[in-house]
């Protein structure tokens, strides 16, 4: 909600009424006046010459256009009663209960975005501070000069999970277990992104999974689990990682395809993410770095198997993963 503007001393009379004068929608203004009156929309009240405005004898009207002396209003306003405008009637932008209701019309928009423009009256938080916007603007938050300096930004929280109403520019660790994590992921809130994951990577070591024994897939031609599922990991945030995984296969038939994937649960892997396409009579070892992008919260990733002939044998799988950003 924008306020109306305003200008001191914007007073005239009517030089032409509004035809009907109860009802008509535009009147002119002595000439030259225009000028003293505020860009529109604006309220003004109308009311006879030589006579205070009082509730039988006014008008508020709504100006909504003005060009040079001539106004386009709209009647009756703020519950005002319509009356017989006149040549001579006396006519102002005054302070009514409209202009007192803006004035005291705060909005409380939370903490600040980077995109949305604000308006006169809302109020932001920005770094710890509230803000009152007094000019539309789209630009972060500053104090005025000799203001409040921006409250520090808190500690980095420490837990298995982040916080649920951050700061801008705000840091926090993520672990699995309070006493006894695998993994220590420290990031940043940025709440500028355009991503729907706003907590960024900042630091932090992979989270590495392995299954070292040698295991056999017996089926054939078509994407499966081994009986260790995985190599995997949970992902317990919602949001884009990077994946390296890695093993070593074998097959006792020259020209069969063995290959391993890196999979977001028990779908197959896209051909991007597939470790080795390789025709072999012996063995193999592949390694692998993958983006991948958008998995949900409870997900897991894991390597999957697959192979042209039943009975190839995969060993040394392991998994690491980092995050990139997450929700």
């Known amino acids: 909600m924008i306020p109306d503007q305003h200008k001191n001393f914007a007073y005239s009379t009517v030089a032409t009424a509004p035809a009907p004068a109860s009802s008509g929608t535009s009147l002119v203004v002595a000439a030259g006046d225009g000028v003293k009156f505020p860009t529109p929309p604006f309220n003004a009240t109308v009311w006879p010459p030589n006579t205070l405005p009082i509730t039988s004898n006014a008008e508020i009207v709504r100006c909504t256009a003005l060009a040079t002396d001539t106004l386009t209003i709209s009647r009756t306003q703020e519950g005002s009663s319509a009356r017989a405008i006149s040549i001579g009637d006396q006519l102002a932008a005054t302070i009514t209960a409209k202009t007192l209701a803006d004035a005291e019309d705060l909005v409380y928009d939370g903490n600040f975005s980077a995109g949305p423009t604000y308006s006169d009256g809302e109020i932001v938080v920005y770094n710890g501070i509230a803000y009152l916007c007094v000019k539309p603007t789209s630009a972060a938050p500053v104090a005025w000069p000799g203001g409040p300096t921006p409250a520090p930004l808190p500690t980095p929280a420490y837990g298995t999970s982040l916080p649920i109403s951050p700061l801008d520019g705000q840091e926090a660790i993520l672990v699995d277990s309070l006493t006894n994590p695998t993994y220590q992921w420290r990031f940043r809130y940025n709440a500028g992104s355009s991503s729907a994951y706003k907590w960024e990577f900042v630091g932090g ?104 002939a039943a009975n190839a044998q995969f060993q040394k799988r392991y998994l690491s993963v980092l995050p990139v950003r997450v929700a």
Request: aromatic share 8%; glycine share 12%.
């Open 205 to 308: 070591s992979r989270v590495f999974v392995s299954v070292p024994t040698v295991e056999t897939l017996a089926s054939a031609t078509t994407w499966s689990d081994l009986a260790t599922v995985g190599p995997r990991f949970i992902v317990p945030r919602g949001g884009d990682y990077t994946v390296q995984a890695g093993c070593t296969g074998t097959h006792g038939a020259a020209g069969t395809f063995i290959i391993a994937g890196i999979a977001v649960g028990a779908s197959d892997p896209g051909s991007y993410n597939q470790l080795a396409t390789i025709c072999i009579s012996n063995a193999w070892a592949a390694v692998s770095m993958e983006s991948l992008n958008g998995v949900v919260m409870g997900n897991d990733v894991r390597l999957r198997y697959y192979a042209s």
